[in-house]
């Protein structure tokens, strides 16, 4: 069974600085998918990046970049000029490449970013 | 450009009492999902959906039914309310084709049983 781990509960950036959201997985599959979720106050859950993981390069989005390393089983996250609209809880989600689309998500990482 | 939508927003309920928890999305998407979120926790599957006319249990699925007669819908229900339902609950869908297999979720539904 694939589980995912966050380890960080809480964490805090002061706006315009970079921050990195860990998130480890365990999974026999080879391939996969990876995702990070934002979850703000509004609960509307949005993503906010995707990680094919037969793709070794690593995804970017905007201020978003994943560090993907598939054989340590690793998947963060970093925000680069963190913004005051950044505060918000974020998950870690695997899904596997085949079947039923299934997401196996995180515990999650609540961030606020500081004025 | 709904999306997903779920009703109620929020609702109280006394233990041993029935609803149902809708969902409905308007991007012809074959896969739909429910999940519940505990405070401090992630989302844990409670029933999925393939397809209209198929279900299947997920991780937590005891206490729940769902039914799948359209692609549309996808509604939740509760028979026999207890308080460990207390929970934010959750629709997602999700496109079939291989590399558009992310989830589109709704805003949630706050549900206290008392």
């Known amino acids: 069974a694939q589980t995912v781990t966050q380890s960080q509960p809480e964490m805090s950036v002061q706006e315009a600085e970079t921050v990195t959201l860990s998130c480890t997985y365990d999974t026999s599959e080879n391939n996969y998918y990876l995702f990070w979720y934002k979850q703000p106050p509004s609960r509307q859950m949005i993503l906010v990046i995707r990680?094919?993981?037969?793709?070794?390069q690593n995804a970017t989005e905007n201020r978003f970049s994943v560090n993907f390393q598939k054989a340590a089983k690793s998947f963060s996250l970093k925000i680069s000029d963190s913004q005051l609209g950044d505060t918000a809880m974020y998950f870690c989600?695997?899904?596997?490449?085949?079947?039923?689309?299934?997401?196996?998500f995180g515990t999650g990482t609540r961030l606020k970013v500081l004025a | 450009n709904a999306g997903v939508t779920q009703t109620p927003k929020f609702r109280i309920l006394k233990i041993g009492q029935s609803m149902t928890l809708q969902c409905t999305q308007d991007?012809?998407?074959?896969?739909m999902y429910w999940y519940r979120q505990d405070p401090g926790m992630g989302l844990k599957l409670i029933y999925y959906?393939?397809?209209?006319?198929?279900?299947d249990k997920g991780e937590v699925p005891n206490g729940y039914n769902v039914s799948r007669s359209t692609t549309e819908d996808f509604p939740l229900r509760l028979e026999l309310a207890a308080p460990s339902q207390t929970s934010v609950y959750f629709c997602a869908s999700s496109p079939v084709e291989l590399g558009k297999n992310i989830q589109y979720f709704g805003a949630g539904t706050r549900l206290s049983v008392l």
């Open positions: 989600a695997f899904m596997k490449f085949s079947g039923t689309y299934k997401y196996i």
């Open positions: 990680q094919e993981a037969y793709k070794q």
């Open positions: 991007m012809n998407h074959n896969y």
């Open positions: 959906s393939v397809g209209a006319g198929i279900t």
